[in-house]
Nanobody, 124 residues
């Protein structure tokens, strides 16, 4: 059974930083397509960052480019998202996900295995 467990969310002031972690069990991430998504209450979930090609390729939505960094540690089977220069509009529930079809590698924000989410709140 595949499990994704996120942690690292919290409350920070604008301009602050957080590091989200996603520990994966039951699935080897070394060659997987994975991503971070977020959802604001009342809005559609949106893709934020993706990683594939064994961690050698990444994609970001424009609003987080230069501020967020996605990475993976294959030895720990863990996905990370470093969030810097946080803005109020980054406030959301953040989810890590596995995309077995690897649509993420083609710029399609899709996934089929999800974690439970970790909340990020940025105060202005």
């Amino acid at each position: 059974q595949v499990q994704l467990v996120e942690s690292g969310g919290g409350s920070v002031q604008a301009g602050g930083s957080l590091r989200l972690s996603c520990v994966v069990s039951g699935y080897t991430i070394s060659s997987a397509c994975m991503g971070w998504f977020r959802r604001v209450a009342g809005k559609e979930r949106e893709g934020v960052a993706a990683i594939y090609n064994g961690g050698g390729s990444t994609n970001y939505i424009d609003s987080v480019k230069g501020r967020f960094t996605i990475s993976q540690d294959n030895a720990r089977n863990t996905l990370y998202l470093q969030l810097n220069s946080l803005k109020f509009e980054d406030t959301a529930m953040y989810y890590c996900a596995v995309d077995e079809a690897c649509a993420l590698a083609h710029g399609i924000w899709a996934a089929n295995i999800w974690g439970q989410g970790t909340p990020v709140t940025v105060s202005s």
